[in-house]
């Protein structure tokens, strides 16, 4: 097994025992939002999702639109996801976030807009596919 392989499987580990966890407070500890904050666990989330995307997980970049969900649900404010966005998104190669174009221009009209445009510039600048 190659280490870009293991790299790939470790990292859809994470992110799928992460969301089996997110779950498992939710059904069996429903007042655990009182000791964790939901913009904590989707900070989480967000983090651990584009861990796995740089990794090279085709099914973590299957995710991406959640990631998106995550920043326009809990962005900004103390604990911010946009911050962990910010500086996980980086190490995301442009080309796995091509196909989610539409959606990343979706959120342009939102107030996390300003999270979104350098991840479309950076895909517009690598790939030519969007020019208008």
Same mark, same amino acid.
């Given at each position: !097994? $190659?280490? !870009?392989?293991?790299? +790939?499987?470790?990292?859809? #580990?994470?992110?799928? #025992? ?8 939710? #059904?069996?500890?429903?007042? $655990?939002? #009182?000791?964790? $904050? ?13 861990? &796995?995307? &740089? %990794? ?10 959640? @990631? ?8 900004? %404010? ?8 910010? $500086? ?7 080309? !796995?976030?091509?196909?989610?174009? %539409?959606?990343? !221009? ?10 979104? @445009?350098?991840?479309?510039? &950076? @895909?517009?600048? +690598? ?6």
């Amino acid at each position: !097994m $190659s280490g !870009m392989v293991f790299c +790939t499987e470790l990292c859809d #580990l994470r992110v799928w #025992l992460y969301h089996v966890c997110f779950c498992f407070l939710l #059904l069996f500890f429903p007042c $655990s939002f #009182l000791f964790f $904050s939901p913009r904590a666990l989707f900070r989480h989330v967000v983090e651990y999702t584009l861990r &796995a995307i &740089a %990794g090279g997980s085709i099914n973590a970049a299957d995710r991406f639109p959640r @990631v998106l969900d995550c920043i326009a649900l809990y962005g900004g %404010g103390t604990g911010n996801v946009d911050e962990t966005f910010e $500086s996980h998104i980086q190490n995301v190669p442009s080309w !796995m976030l091509l196909r989610w174009a %539409g959606q990343l !221009m979706a959120h342009l009209d939102k107030p996390h807009a300003p999270v979104i @445009v350098p991840v479309l510039v &950076a @895909v517009r600048t +690598t790939h030519d596919l969007l020019a208008v």
